[in-house]
């Protein structure tokens, strides 16, 4: 079994930076990679950013290129978010996910961490 747990949010103002953490524990030796997502009140989930293991490679949603950046520390098992210049519209719940398969759907995810950032 996989356990994601991420860490890390709160409330910021416009402008400000948050790092979220997302720690990994349990069988993740056969993951792809991970993904981070987020959900605002009275909206669908939507992808934020993932990194896939093979090449190192990195995807972000276009609101958020040149603001957030993922990067994982393999010797702590952790993907963390960092996330600079927030917006109000950045405003949400933040959760992790990890992929199995290439291209696949996410397999596991976390509780998710609240960020509110306020105008």
């Known amino acids: 079994q996989v356990q994601l747990v991420e860490s890390g949010g709160g409330l910021v103002q416009a402008g400000g930076s948050l790092k979220l953490s997302c720690a990994v524990s349990?069988?993740?030796?056969?993951?792809?990679?991970m993904g981070w997502f987020r959900q605002a009140p009275g909206k669908e989930r939507e992808f934020v950013a993932s990194?896939?293991?093979?090449?190192?490679?990195?995807s972000y949603e276009d609101s958020v290129k040149g603001r957030f950046t993922l990067s994982w520390d393999a010797a702590k098992n952790t993907v963390f978010l960092q996330m600079n210049a927030l917006k109000p519209e950045d405003t949400a719940v933040y959760y992790c996910?990890?992929?199995?398969?290439?291209?696949?759907?996410?397999?596991?995810w976390g509780q998710g961490t609240q960020v509110t950032v306020s105008s």
């Open positions: 349990g069988r993740t030796f056969s993951s792809s990679g």
């Open positions: 990194i896939r293991w093979i090449g190192d490679r990195t």
């Open positions: 996910a990890l992929r199995k398969q290439i291209g696949g759907l996410y397999d596991y």
